[in-house]
């Protein structure tokens, strides 16, 4: 009897319909037929829309962004292909080096793919031309069909293409592509591990880009050689080539290179030379970026003798790239075990302390409109809902469509690592009382305020013990605001009846009293039975913003009149923007 490596694609194999697909990706059978067959339809929206992307050597990237309905469901497709993926890899493979696929897998990584090759005296890489693409209709409803790990029906094989293709080909911009595209080319994967493995070499392959890396005294031809006549340019070997040819892929000769130990040597974008890293390069012109934004709210980069826009957003992705390879420095320091020492934590390296700065600039002081800080996810959902629901009497805070004037802070792992923000009141109150210090050397910024919102009950007096600190008052409920400096403001939830006030006692107690799948709220943070309450989650998006039209916000009006005070209060401290000004928003990169 064959043992079962995956429930999941056990499932598959028993499916015959659509129906059964659905049934699957617990899904309507209508779902999936609107998304494959109706959409694109004369008088219906279209599968995917189209835009372009700068690619980092020049030229540009189609990305085919698919339509909400179909999105939903290859992002579950996807799902339980990463789960099958998942299960045959650890079937197959006993260690995790032996991994040899590295791109658009949970835990590994452009850093897990560069290990495999650190300390090599040849790393030789070269490229799939049209990677996705590449992959058509024919090909991804065959893998389906035929692979011996597979063998789905043919129908429902044929719905899995339909699903994951668009004009012939794997869309870039599909959740589904990067799986599917890792599961067809785990073939090639083994043929060319085997090859490796004959010429004393170490394969890998992240996405469309493999790499061959060995110290031998001699590279092995049959994988890589010399152009004819060149010394510095390589080609793919004859046995290399024909193992990717009979693949059913392509090379693309333009980005063959071989890089030798004393030159620098990358894989995917980080230097393997010695350890993992980042290139010098790349940092310092990160940094200058940075610097310029601090120092001016914007910066440039060099495009041949033109400076062009560089989005904030691409600004962050740069920098987490960088502490994701580098990691925030040293590990902590054990101590031996007949001492009671504490165990030390390294300093963080030079460019963890960078995307700090950089987050508190980007999110807290170089802002464009007023940023709320709440102590949660929940608080945030509870105050948006109100701001939209009372729009009319608040246009400061948003547009008669809906859409705000204030951020709301979202809370991220890079914010928990890096801000020490990661909810609750205790993080507001280490906030207060750094804050000067993390802004100080900022000369940009700080033309909108940050409004700290805390809950008026005890969870919050690290918060108000930094307001008494800083402006000698004691927060009991008799002002809606406090100023402490630079752009940060305290707002307390105004007190209900003059007792504590958690965010949740603004609403109506029916409201709080509202059952749910025949639950009863719970507002506290004490654990209670799951069978019987509810939490704040729960609350917030299915209680509140889910029928937010019914749901009387009055209570919430004395905290909306306070954050609308701060608001105008901050206008009389900064000097008006001139009209020249370069916007925050965009960052620029030193030339």
């Given at each position: 009897?064959?043992?079962?490596?995956?429930?999941?694609?056990?499932?598959?194999?028993?499916?015959?319909?659509?129906?059964?697909?659905?049934?699957?990706?617990?899904?309507?059978?209508?779902?999936?037929?609107?998304?494959?067959?109706?959409?694109?339809?004369?008088?219906?929206?279209?599968?995917?829309?189209?835009?372009?992307?700068?690619?980092?050597?020049?030229?540009?990237?189609?990305?085919?962004?698919?339509?909400?309905?179909?999105?939903?469901?290859?992002?579950?497709?996807?799902?339980?292909?990463?789960?099958?993926?998942?299960?045959?890899?650890?079937?197959?493979?006993?260690?995790?080096?032996?991994?040899?696929?590295?791109?658009?897998?949970?835990?590994?990584?452009?850093?897990?793919?560069?290990?495999?090759?650190?300390?090599?005296r040849y790393v030789f890489n070269v490229d799939l031309k049209d990677f996705f693409p590449t992959l058509n209709f024919g090909r991804v409803r065959g893998f389906f069909m035929k692979h011996k790990d597979f063998q789905l029906n043919k129908d429902v094989a044929t719905i899995l293409a339909q699903i994951a293709c668009h004009d012939n080909q794997l869309p870039q911009g599909s959740p589904c592509s990067p799986v599917i595209s890792n599961l067809?080319?785990?073939?090639?994967?083994?043929?060319?591990?085997?090859?490796?493995?004959?010429?004393?070499?170490?394969?890998?392959?992240?996405?469309?880009?493999?790499?061959?890396?060995?110290?031998?005294?001699?590279?092995?031809?049959?994988?890589?050689?010399?152009?004819?006549?060149?010394?510095?340019?390589?080609?793919?070997?004859?046995?290399?080539?024909?193992?990717?040819?009979?693949?059913?892929?392509?090379?693309?000769?333009?980005?063959?290179?071989?890089?030798?130990?004393?030159?620098?040597?990358?894989?995917?974008?980080?230097?393997?030379?010695?350890?993992?890293?980042?290139?010098?390069?790349?940092?310092?012109?990160?940094?200058?970026?940075?610097?310029?934004?601090?120092?001016?709210?914007?910066?440039?980069?060099?495009?041949?003798?033109?400076?062009?826009?560089?989005?904030?957003?691409?600004?962050?992705?740069?920098?987490?790239?960088?502490?994701?390879?580098?990691?925030?420095?040293?590990?902590?320091?054990?101590?031996?075990?007949?001492?009671?020492?504490?165990?030390?934590?390294?300093?963080?390296?030079?460019?963890?302390?960078?995307?700090?700065?950089?987050?508190?600039?980007?999110?807290?002081?170089?802002?464009?409109?007023?940023?709320?800080?709440?102590?949660?996810?929940?608080?945030?959902?509870?105050?948006?809902?109100?701001?939209?629901?009372?729009?009319?009497?608040?246009?400061?805070?948003?547009?008669?469509?809906?859409?705000?004037?204030?951020?709301?802070?979202?809370?991220?792992?890079?914010?928990?690592?890096?801000?020490?923000?990661?909810?609750?009141?205790?993080?507001?109150?280490?906030?207060?009382?750094?804050?000067?210090?993390?802004?100080?050397?900022?000369?940009?910024?700080?033309?909108?305020?940050?409004?700290?919102?805390?809950?008026?009950?005890?969870?919050?007096?690290?918060?108000?013990?930094?307001?008494?600190?800083?402006?000698?008052?004691?927060?009991?409920?008799?002002?809606?605001?406090?100023?402490?400096?630079?752009?940060?403001y305290v707002v307390p939830v105004p007190k209900v009846g003059g007792i504590d006030t958690p965010i949740e006692r603004l609403f109506e107690p029916s409201l709080l009293a509202t059952p749910y799948e025949d639950k009863t709220f719970n507002n506290t943070n004490a654990s209670k039975d799951p069978t019987k309450y509810y939490d704040k989650k729960v609350f917030a998006t299915q209680v509140v913003a889910k029928d937010k039209a019914n749901v009387?916000?009055?209570?919430?009006?004395?905290?909306?009149?306070?954050?609308?005070?701060?608001?105008?209060?901050?206008?009389?401290?900064?000097?008006?923007?001139?009209?020249?000004?370069?916007?925050?928003?965009?960052?620029?990169?030193?030339?």
């Open positions: 009897m064959t043992a079962v490596v995956s429930l999941r694609l056990e499932l598959f194999k028993k499916a015959k319909n659509l129906t059964d697909v659905a049934k699957i990706l617990d899904l309507m059978p209508a779902h999936i037929s609107y998304a494959i067959y109706k959409l694109d339809k004369p008088g219906f929206e279209p599968k995917y829309e189209e835009f372009t992307v700068p690619k980092k050597a020049g030229g540009f990237r189609t990305i085919k962004a698919p339509h909400h309905a179909l999105k939903a469901v290859q992002k579950r497709l996807a799902k339980d292909l990463l789960e099958v993926e998942q299960a045959l890899e650890t079937a197959r493979v006993k260690k995790a080096d032996c991994i040899l696929a590295h791109g658009f897998k949970k835990k590994l990584s452009i850093m897990t793919n560069g290990e495999n090759h650190r300390k090599r067809i080319a785990s073939v090639l994967d083994i043929r060319l591990n085997e090859l490796a493995q004959r010429y004393n070499c170490t394969y890998t392959r992240y996405a469309d880009d493999i790499t061959f890396s060995t110290s031998e005294k001699l590279f092995p031809s049959a994988i890589g050689r010399p152009e004819p006549g060149s010394i510095n340019l390589w080609e793919a070997g004859p046995k290399l080539a024909k193992a990717i040819r009979r693949a059913g892929f392509e090379l693309n000769p333009v980005k063959t290179r071989m890089l030798l130990d004393w030159s620098r040597q990358e894989v995917t974008g980080v230097v393997v030379n010695q350890k993992v890293n980042i290139p010098a390069d790349y940092y310092a012109m990160v940094a200058a970026m940075c610097h310029h934004l601090f120092m001016d709210g914007a910066c440039f980069t060099m495009v041949g003798s033109i400076k062009k826009p560089f989005p904030l957003t691409k600004l962050r992705g740069r920098l987490a790239y960088i502490y994701q390879v580098r990691g925030r420095g040293p590990k902590t320091k054990t101590p031996a075990d007949d001492t009671e020492d504490k165990p030390k934590l390294g300093k963080p390296w030079a460019s963890t302390n960078l995307f700090q700065k950089f987050l508190d600039y980007a999110d807290l002081y170089g802002v464009e409109k007023p940023v709320l800080l709440c102590e949660g996810v929940t608080d945030n959902i509870y105050i948006k809902a109100a701001i939209q629901r009372l729009a009319p009497d608040y246009p400061a805070l948003t547009t008669a469509a809906g859409e705000l004037n204030v951020k709301l802070f979202k809370y991220t792992r890079s914010s928990a690592a890096l801000q020490q923000l990661s909810g609750g009141g205790g993080g507001l109150g280490v906030l207060a009382y750094a804050y000067p210090q993390r802004v100080k050397k900022f000369k940009s910024g700080g033309n909108h305020p940050l409004i700290l919102i805390g809950d008026s009950d005890e969870g919050s007096e690290k918060l108000f013990g930094a307001v008494k600190a800083k402006t000698g008052k004691k927060v009991d409920g008799s002002e809606p605001w406090y100023y402490l400096g630079q752009n940060m009387d916000f009055d209570g919430f009006k004395p905290l909306l009149d306070a954050i609308v005070g701060v608001i105008n209060d901050h206008k009389t401290k900064v000097a008006p923007i001139p009209a020249t000004a370069p916007a925050v928003t965009t960052a620029f990169a030193a030339p």
